[in-house]
Each structure stands twice: as C-alpha cells, then as structure tokens.
T-cell receptor, first 115, second 112 residues
C-alpha cells in the first residue's frame, strides 16, 4: 500500500459525459501527478500540482482539467468524454515539487470505461 | 526526457538473478535513472534510482557505467511474485521534463 488513495475504483459512463476522479496523496506529500494508461499509449504523464499550484503539464487534453485543494487532495475532471478516453487513470504523489522523474508513489488507479 | 530502450520481454526461473538493461544514449548531465515495477491493474511502484556507478537497496541493484548511456537493473534470486512489467525512466530532478512516457517497459515472466 503506497498511501495514495483514489476514488472511485471503477467508473462506467457514456460518451459526452463528464466525470471527476479524486486522489488523496500520502500524508505530507505536496505534489500530485496524474497519469493516463491505455493499451496503445502506455503510461502517459498528464499534469502535476504542487501545494495547490499547477507545476507541470504533459500531454493533457483541453477537455481535461485538474486542481489541488488546500487539504492537498486533487481532482481530475474529464469532460465531453470519448470512447478513446477509456483507460486507467493513476495519481501519484511526491513530497517535493520536482518533475515527473522524481521518486513517486502511485495510487491503485481508477478504471474509466466510456461506452 | 531522454528516450530509453528496453527489451520487450524476458523469461527467468525462480531463484535466478535477472538483469534488465536499458539504453539511454542521449542522457543529459543532470538526468537520473529510475526504475519502476508494475503489476497488472496496479500503479507502478518505485524500485530504485541512481545517477552513477552502483546503487543497492533491499529490493534491487542498479549498475550505471561511467558513460551513463545504459543502466542495468539487477533483481537477485527472483520469485514468481516478481513477474511484472519493469520501466526504466531517465530525467532530471530540476527543469521541466513534461513529456514523460513510461514506454512499453520490459515484461518479466518468472517461471517455477
């Protein structure tokens, strides 16, 4: 158990809908990173927040957005969902504000299925 | 982020030492080398990180030659539970390496 929690575990929704994924980092960690893992794209970095501020952006679509709240939990919002958005979404945390190459602790993931 | 190349898959037997090599010819001066392990439907787990020479922890060893253009993850005496995908990543601890892809990784299968 990494100490990072993600909810929900599974999510099934229809195309065009909007969903919110939630992540709670390890106690004391200030950075939260979001990743998408699909069969054809591998594990891809989306965005990083550090202590409430956006720190780095990866290949995140404009339909996706994220935020980190004062209690350091983070939410990833996915809108206008398409079939291709079906994937595992991972959150990771790190104590420092470094780039994704820092040592990170990953959550169990949220499996999103868009039908 | 420096591009890395790893074997797609490897097979081993219980009790053997497994060495997985990663090539990263265009590694930058401030880049570190990090390895993660991932089991199906789970998040990656940090294994080890290093900059040069040799790093060892309770799980693995990481060997980095002087030119740093490759690295080798060594897993001593593997067991069936070490069957997983292993990813090699190269990147700096400062700056913005935002195009971070874990790549396909190396699928290790440990047989009884």
């Amino acid at each position: 158990d990494s100490g990072v929690t993600q909810t929900p575990k599974h999510l099934i929704t229809a195309t065009g809908q909007r969903v919110t994924l939630r992540c709670s980092p390890r106690s004391g960690d200030l950075s939260v990173y979001w990743y998408q893992q699909s069969l054809d794209q591998g594990l891809q970095f989306l965005i990083q927040y550090y202590n409430g501020e956006e720190r780095a952006k990866g290949n995140i679509l404009e339909r996706f957005s994220a935020q980190q709240f004062p209690d350091l939990h983070s939410e990833l919002n996915l809108s206008s969902l398409e079939l291709g958005d079906s994937a595992l979404y991972f959150c990771a945390s790190s104590p420092l504000g470094g780039p994704p190459s820092y040592e990170q602790y990953f959550g169990p993931g949220t499996r999103l299925t868009v039908t | 982020l420096a591009k890395t190349t790893q074997p797609i898959s490897m097979d081993s037997y219980e009790g053997q030492e497994v060495n997985i090599t990663c090539s990263h010819n265009n590694i930058a001066t401030n880049d570190y080398i990090t390895w993660y392990q991932q089991f199906p439907s789970q998040g990656p787990r940090f294994i080890i990180q290093g900059y040069k020479t040799k790093v060892t922890n309770e799980v693995a060893s990481l060997f980095i030659p002087a030119d740093r253009k490759s690295s080798t993850l060594s897993l001593p005496r593997v067991s069936l539970s070490d069957t997983a995908v292993y990813y090699c990543l190269v990147g700096g601890k400062v700056g913005d390496n935002n195009d971070m892809r874990f790549g396909a990784g190396t699928r290790l299968t440990v047989k009884p």
